[in-house]
T-cell receptor, first 114, second 114 residues
């Protein structure tokens, strides 16, 4: 079982460059989430999606865009990277239905903006 | 706003002893789930224990148990017989059925002293 896969695992960007992080899940989950993790801040929600074709803002959405064109994929885009976006990014997915809402996480992407 | 607060940035305990990590949350919803996740240096997020808000009985998983106080909105994690492998960041989180958001606290770094 692949579970949740994030691509890439590491990336260094120059200020102003753009990039897209891919999150892919093979569990047919409805809900998908993008977080950033910074020291002392926990995991802060950037954007999330409750189904194919839907997206919503989390608590720190500025500077990021997302798309969920296919149910299994959730893309996070940085249009013009800034040093403040240096962080570790995590994707997570949760299935709908009666089963308690366990989240499955990707392995994280360490992004450095110089 | 829905928030989760972990008031202990760092904790330490002697191997084989018991430690309790604190978590409080704020939600007006009645249908939600609470979680403790462990994040070792590998960065992988590992589910430790889960509690459904409608269940009065505290969840237990081997050496891990919770003290769920719904009226006080408190959800603490007790680790018994601490082991060196328990050293990690621990995150408290909740998922609200209505909002479908997974919200995390700031984390507590647990050190196990041999």
């Amino acid at each position: 079982n692949a579970g949740v896969t994030q691509t890439p695992k590491f990336r260094v960007l120059k200020t102003g460059q753009s990039m897209t992080l891919l999150c892919a899940q093979d569990m047919n989950h409805e809900y998908m989430y993008w977080y950033r993790q910074d020291p002392g801040m926990g995991l802060r929600l950037i954007h999330y999606s409750v189904g194919e074709g839907t997206t919503a803002k989390g608590e720190v959405p500025d500077g990021y865009n997302v798309s969920r064109l296919k149910k299994q994929n959730f893309l996070l885009g940085l249009e013009s990277a800034a040093p403040s976006q240096t962080s570790v990014y995590f994707c997570a997915s949760i299935g709908a239905g009666p089963i308690a809402a366990e989240a499955f996480f990707g392995q994280g992407t360490r992004l450095t903006v110089v | 706003a829905q928030t989760v607060t972990q008031s202990q940035p760092e904790m330490s305990v002697q191997e084989a002893e018991t430690v309790t990590l604190s978590c409080t949350y704020d939600t007006s919803e009645s249908d939600y789930y609470l979680f403790w996740y462990k994040q070792p240096p590998s960065r992988q997020m590992i589910l430790v224990i889960r509690q459904e808000a409608y269940k009065q009985q505290n969840a237990t998983e081997n050496r891990f148990s919770v003290n769920f106080q719904k009226a006080a909105k408190s959800f603490s994690l007790k680790i018994s017989d601490s082991q060196l492998g328990d050293a990690a960041m621990y995150f408290c989180a909740y998922w609200v059925q209505g909002a479908q958001k997974l919200v995390f606290g700031q984390g507590t770094r647990l050190t196990i002293n041999p």
